[in-house]
Antibody
Framework: QVQLQESGPGLVKPSQTLSLTCTVS??????????WSWIRQSPGKGPEWIGF???????DYNPSFKSRVSISVDRPKNQFSLKLNSVTSADTAEYFC??????????????WGQGTLVSVSS | QSVLTQPPSASGTPGQRVTISCSGS????????VYWYQRLPGTAPKLLIH???QRPSGVPDRFSGSKSGTSASLAISGLRSEDEADFYC???????????FGGGTKVTVL
């Protein structure tokens, strides 16, 4: 059974870069059977998709983040990572990593990490 | 504001049937599948319904999904105390070229 675990700083200063890593166990990212994704949920709001990545390194991003976001994959470590630049208080949220079943038009998140809270504050 | 619209709360007594609505548009629900996720307190979100009305293995048949036009709904029959959770609808959005979510509905068992 696949398990995903987010890790990274819980506090980031405004204008700096938010960096998180998702460690996957129980499923090799390089199998190519799934995509992998980051999602966030700000306090009192619904989840918001940030982007997908495939084991090849190809990524798709939510246009709302496109100029600030980068998702990368480390196949030997079975991890994928999120970098979000120039953060503001609006980026304070709980961040989730998830495995994605993607066979368009059938696309859904079938396993999620527990989530990690990131606060942006000086 | 979330792209998909859900009521913020719903409630019922044990054994009752509760229905949660999810409203979208032609670029998402109207032309794509609907998914439902359940988030129990302190746990990771869990896929509850996929492809409008399909339950993954292990999800009780008390949970059912439906879709009509640009709206969808999740029904919980035989409500139990362990069903207290936040429920989110989701769909692919053709304008975004990505998935969109509802704001979530908190279900309370009275």
């Amino acid at each position: 059974q696949v398990q995903l675990q987010e890790s990274g700083p819980g506090l980031v200063k405004p204008s700096q870069t938010l960096s998180l890593t998702c460690t996957v166990s129980g499923d090799p990212i390089s199998s190519g059977d799934y995509y992998w994704s980051w999602i966030r949920q700000s306090p009192g709001k619904g989840p918001e998709w940030i982007g997908f990545i495939y084991y090849t390194g190809g990524a798709d991003y939510n246009p709302s983040f496109k100029s600030r976001v980068s998702i990368s994959v480390d196949r030997p470590k079975n991890q994928f990572s999120l970098k979000l630049n120039s953060v503001t208080s609006a980026d304070t949220a709980e961040y989730f990593c998830a495995r994605v079943y993607r066979d368009y038009p059938d696309v859904y998140f079938d396993s999620w990490g527990q989530g990690t809270l990131v606060s942006v504050s000086s | 504001q979330s792209v998909l619209t859900q009521p913020p709360s719903a409630s019922g007594t044990p054994g009752q049937r509760v229905t949660i609505s999810c409203s979208g548009s032609t670029s998402n629900i109207g032309s794509n599948f609907v998914y439902w996720y359940q988030r129990l307190p302190g746990t990771a979100p869990k896929l509850l319904i996929h492809k409008n009305n399909q339950r993954p293995s292990g999800v009780p048949d008390r949970f059912s999904g439906s879709k009509s036009g640009t709206s969808a709904s999740l029904a919980i029959s035989g409500l139990r105390s362990e069903d207290e959770a936040d429920f989110y609808c989701a769909s692919w959005d053709d304008s975004l070229s990505g998935p969109v979510f509802g704001g979530g509905t908190k279900v309370t068992v009275l």
